[in-house]
């Protein structure tokens, strides 16, 4: 069953259009990239102001024990809500319309294994990789720690609760906002492919 019809929440349908980019980040239930059980958003307007939310997501399939001792989901938390294809039905448009950060590229590769998984046609994503931008702004902690969020948390005094989606949305989002400070300039706009910078999907 595909569950509710997911929505937006308030503060955040209230400022669509607004958004300068959106950090994304997905929880998995089992070691198949497609069996996404978690979405998270932190939807950040051109002030660096940030707005979270994440939903649980139906992965039609059996959560894995490592998996779910990672994140604390299993399938008693995700019973009643919605599917992936119904997450992307409401919340893609949503999506396309500003940049989508990640941190590192497995939230693409699960979005994509997922929307293959379900025969989905989904919009092309502006992805931008924000380890690809903290290594610009620190690259003295590559092969010295990484670039991985707990060692950012760390570094950079970050405060999340590492694999829930929406923080971990949220972290990348910061690593963002920080990375632009300290270098003083726009990182996430730089960071998107030259063929899609004119055209930013609608």
């Known amino acids: 069953m595909a569950g509710p019809k997911p929505v937006l929440p308030a503060q955040v349908a ?8 959106v950090a994304f980040d997905v929880e998995t239930a089992c ?28 992965p039609n399939t059996a959560f894995a024990f490592f998996n779910t001792r990672l994140h604390g989901i299993d399938a008693a938390r995700v019973s009643g809500a919605p599917d992936f294809p119904a997450v992307m039905a409401h919340l893609a448009p949503f999506m396309a319309r500003q940049p989508i950060v990640q941190h590192s590229s497995f939230d693409q590769r699960a979005v994509t294994a997922a929307a293959s998984h379900y025969q989905l046609d989904m919009p092309d994503f502006l992805w931008v990789n924000s380890v690809t931008i903290a290594r610009q702004a620190w690259p003295e902690w590559i ?18 609760d590492h694999h829930d989606a929406g923080e971990d949305a949220r972290a990348a989002a910061q690593v963002v906002l920080l990375a632009e400070q300290k270098l003083q300039r726009s990182l996430v706009e730089a960071h998107i492919p030259k063929s899609k910078r004119s055209k930013p999907p609608q």
Do not use: E
């Open 31 to 58: 070691g198949a990239a497609h069996s996404i059980c978690q979405v998270g958003f932190a939807c950040v307007d051109h002030f660096g102001r940030i707005d979270t939310f994440s939903l649980l997501v139906d």
């Open 143 to 160: 092969g010295n720690g990484g670039h991985g969020l707990a060692h950012l948390k760390k570094q950079l005094s970050l405060q999340f």
């Open 14 to 21: 209230a400022n669509i259009g607004q958004y300068r980019f």
